[in-house]
């Protein structure tokens, strides 16, 4: 199955700034998923990332505030802008996994102070 | 073992008993099903996965029973080891909307030595 190296693994942020995690997949894949993970909650899916469109943003969520990059079929950008505490999480990335269910990046522990 | 109500978010158990997770879905019209394992720092690992034309999968030391009238899945874990401690998630799937995973809340199992 897909490996995928996920970075940073977490940070510390001022609010108002911007942060931008990069993931990495070591095969191709035509979708990339982005999640979020509020602390002590479940995932819900933030945006769908294919190569060469925008990406689909899920009820809640806007690309203002959570620009994606998808510049091939192995990388993709989630930025978090001008940040405020209540976006601190943990944020991931996923892949078809190609033999069943999804492969998750280790996530970025995102604190914003 | 021990089993959990419909959804409760801990679950106790002794090392070598037998575990039940449950887990209620939310649409009917999903048809594809997984569990996945969660540890602390860690993005979600695959553990098993079901579709709807099955009402039970096993794998090794884990079963999985999807009972659609009800919108029920649960997961069993044979023989409970204190690896076995983490968070457990359900997603539902969409065949029509591949890669849009909805998780369950999330089930926190401890394994006492």
């Known amino acids: 199955s897909a490996v995928i190296s996920q970075k940073p693994s977490r940070d510390i942020c001022q609010r108002g700034t911007s942060l931008t995690i990069q993931c990495q997949v070591d095969?191709?894949?035509?979708?990339m998923f982005w999640y979020r993970q509020q602390p002590g909650q479940s995932l819900t899916l933030i945006a769908t990332?294919?190569?060469?469109?925008?990406?689909?943003?899920e009820s809640g969520f806007v690309i203002d505030k959570f620009p994606i990059s998808r510049p091939n079929l192995t990388f993709s950008t989630l930025t978090v802008s001008n940040m405020s505490p209540e976006d601190s999480s943990i944020y991931l990335c996923s892949v078809d996994s190609g033999w069943g269910g999804y492969t998750f990046g280790s996530g970025t522990r995102l604190t914003v102070v | 073992g021990e089993s959990v109500g419909l959804h409760l978010p801990t679950l106790s158990v002794q090392e070598g008993d037998n575990s039940i997770i449950n887990c209620a879905y939310s649409?009917?019209?999903?048809?594809?099903f997984i569990w996945y394992k969660q540890e602390s720092g860690k993005g979600p690992q695959f553990i098993i996965d079901i579709r709807s034309n099955m009402d039970k999968r096993q794998g090794q030391r884990v079963t999985v029973l999807l009972n659609k009238t009800v919108k029920h899945l649960s997961l069993q874990i044979a023989a409970t080891q204190p690896g076995d401690s983490a968070v457990y998630f359900c997603?539902?799937?969409?065949?029509?909307?591949?890669?849009?995973?909805?998780f369950g809340d999330g089930t926190t199992l401890t394994v006492k030595p």
């Open positions: 095969s191709q894949v035509t979708m």
């Open positions: 990332a294919n190569q060469g469109s925008e990406a689909t943003y």
């Open positions: 997603a539902e799937n969409m065949s029509t909307n591949a890669g849009k995973s909805t």
């Open positions: 649409n009917s019209a999903s048809d594809y």
